[in-house]
């Protein structure tokens, strides 16, 4: 099928019911239904409801383009499925690389190739992990049950250590949502800062700016074991929460 039958002819964007048509028959979308018809002579508005389009455009299914999915959905349907495709590519995090796959390929590509830590962790407990404190640092972590990547980054905020995490998947996924609660706590006064967020969901994970992110102040960290240099440490307490 010649995809232009279903565009707007006027706008050029995937044409959705209600599909408008002037008296001669010339179809329009909604968004172009104030502009006149060019294609008749005295330029007649789209004021009449085409039911037949309408069933057109609804019968117009595509498959969704992404690797694995194997998903069909109306053609008008097609922008916001991409958009929400569980399927559809992230770019890796990794500063000069410029791979793209689904997120369980990116997944396996970013352990062999950047041989990056990751850090598999239960839904709704607790898990402790330790970051390089001023330095940015990046990690996964992956959920037991299904497998969900997430990326733990870390930076120089300051003297402070900036911790953000965000899904990788496509951003507009809506199902299941993710909650992060993040804290980091100082011995001996048991001084706590914490964050509790709903994760931000991406398909550039290391690009985006994560909805909110702890901020760990250089009195909480710690110094790294003996012979690493006198580095320091960001002791945190990780949990998420599948909603
Ligand atoms: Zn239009
Ligand atoms: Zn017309
Ligand atoms: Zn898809
Ligand atoms: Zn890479």
Redesign the pocket.
């Known amino acids: 099928m010649d995809m232009r039958v279903v565009q707007c002819p006027l706008c050029t964007l995937p044409l959705k019911p209600p599909v408008l048509q002037c008296k001669g028959g010339h179809v329009a979308c909604g968004g172009c239904l104030a502009e006149p018809c060019r294609r008749c002579e005295h330029g007649g508005g789209f004021d009449v409801r085409s039911t037949a389009m309408d069933a057109v455009v609804s019968a117009a299914r595509v498959q969704?383009p992404?690797d694995g999915?194997l998903?069909y959905v109306a053609y008008h349907e097609l922008g916001d499925?991409?958009s929400a495709?569980?399927?559809?590519p992230c770019s890796c995090p990794e500063l000069g690389c410029s791979f793209a796959a689904p997120p369980r390929v990116l997944l396996v590509h970013l352990f062999v190739r950047h041989s990056m830590p990751a850090h598999k962790f239960q839904y709704g407990e607790d898990f402790r992990l330790l970051v390089p404190a001023s330095e940015p640092s990046r990690r996964l972590l992956i959920g037991g049950d299904d497998g969900r990547a997430f990326l733990l980054s870390a930076g120089a905020l300051g003297a402070a250590t900036a911790v953000s995490v965000v899904c990788v998947r496509a951003s507009a996924v809506l199902r299941p949502q993710y909650l992060c609660k993040m804290w980091s706590i100082m011995p001996p006064s048991q001084d706590l800062v914490v964050v509790k967020t709903k994760v931000t969901s991406s398909t550039s994970p290391g690009a985006v700016a994560a909805a909110s992110f702890l901020t760990v102040p250089p009195r909480y960290y710690r110094v790294g074991a003996a012979g690493v240099s006198n580095s320091k440490l960001v002791p945190l307490n990780v949990r998420i929460d599948k909603i």
Not at 85 to 88: I, L, M, R, V, Y
């Open positions: 969704c992404h999915c998903t499925h991409r495709c569980g399927h559809a």
